[in-house]
């Protein structure tokens, strides 16, 4: 019923930029809080940004001053813009959302994309 699409992953060298886009789709009345997510390999999922529906925002103290999340409330889409990206940002990233759906007596529920694989590696 509802997905979240997500785009904007792949290979960048150290120092190197890259922005992600998560756009959600379905029956969406509308979104609470959004967030980006990361799982490095053999670590456990982090969280590494999120913001609410007010734009107000968090950020892990490893990405603070690099990263940028963002989101368009029109659009049901959130972003990240990652600068200066270092070979330990490498992981696979996860948006994820708090719907509000279009269905009566559905209550919100947190939704997850399927993960796009980010490689900072020269």
């Known amino acids: 019923q509802v997905q979240l699409v997500e785009s904007g992953g792949g290979l960048v060298q150290p120092g190197g930029s890259l922005r992600l886009s998560c756009a959600g789709s379905?029956?969406?009345?509308?979104?609470?809080?959004m967030g980006w997510h990361r799982q490095a390999p053999g670590k456990e999922r982090e969280l590494v940004a999120t913001?609410?529906?007010?734009?107000?925002?968090y950020y892990a103290d490893s990405v603070k001053g690099r990263f940028t999340i963002s989101r368009d409330n029109a659009k049901n889409t959130v972003y990240l813009e990652m600068n200066s990206l270092q070979p330990e940002d490498t992981a696979v990233y996860y948006c994820?959302?708090?719907?509000?759906?279009?269905?009566?007596?559905?209550?919100?529920?947190?939704?997850w994309g399927q993960g796009t694989q980010v490689t900072v590696s020269s």
């Open positions: 994820n959302a708090d719907v509000v759906s279009l269905r009566i007596g559905i209550p919100v529920k947190s939704y």
């Open positions: 913001i609410t529906r007010g734009s107000s925002t």
């Open positions: 379905g029956s969406i009345r509308s979104i609470n809080d």
